[in-house]
């Protein structure tokens, strides 16, 4: 399962092959990623708008880059528009999910990006980082223990870090603890249900 962690180190100081951004609906790209693409923003900013990237709900863009001696990835994920003057949490849910699944496609074994903003989802920093790590494990759940073809199993992502402020690091932290007792609960009870009958039984669940 994915392992998730709380820095207070800046995110372009992350070693991971992947920089995550969430960003609202009309938001200007090039202030989030220009610090880290340079002279390649360029060739991002013209093929997001080749792919007709917004920031709307539901999309979700990536882009490679030269990153010292080594290819990585911008991701982008929308949020879509405020409701009144919060994002909803079930946005947040579904912006992180798409991260995760666009990270196994793309085989980006670490991703880095930002805590969600208090003042976007109106919740505290715990609270948010409780349910980003708990999203993020649950979207990396696959059954595939079965599937004798290696190369056809998902891609398994590895680690996702959620930078924080320093004076938000003991809660954050706190947050992602409890995200990852709650997402070990749900992943565990869907392994259960999704084996076989033949060894599931009631005596071998009863074990577990």
């Known amino acids: 399962m994915i392992t ?23 938001e200007k790209l090039a202030s ?13 900013e013209k093929l997001a708008k080749e792919r007709n990237f917004t920031g709307k709900k539901g999309s979700v863009f990536s ?28 946005v947040l849910r579904e912006a ?4 995760v699944r666009c ?12 805590a969600a903003d208090e003042k976007d989802f109106g919740h505290p ?15 990396a759940y696959a059954f595939d223990e079965f599937i004798t073809d290696k190369d056809a199993r998902t891609f398994k992502v590895a680690s996702y870090t959620f930078v924080v402020d320093k004076k938000d690091l003991k809660a954050a932290q706190e947050g992602v603890r409890i995200g990852a ?7 565990r009870a869907r392994h259960w249900v999704d084996l076989p009958a033949n060894m599931m039984t009631p005596h071998s669940f009863a074990d577990n």
């Open 32 to 44: 989030h990623v220009k610090p880290l693409l340079g002279d390649q923003l360029s060739l991002f």
């Open 96 to 99: 992180v999910s798409r991260t």
């Open 125 to 139: 920093i715990q609270y948010i980082l409780q349910k980003m790590s708990c999203i993020s494990m649950k979207a």
């Open 181 to 187: 007792i709650v997402a070990d609960a749900i992943n």
């Open 4 to 26: 998730c962690t709380v820095s207070d180190k800046p995110l372009l100081k992350q070693s991971v092959k992947g920089f995550v951004f969430f960003v609202s609906e009309g």
């Open 63 to 90: 882009f490679p880059f030269m990153h010292g001696t080594s290819i990585a990835y911008v991701i982008v994920s929308g949020l879509g528009k405020k409701q009144g003057s919060y994002f909803t949490l079930e």
């Open 103 to 114: 990270a196994e496609g793309l085989k980006i074994e670490s991703l880095a990006a930002h």
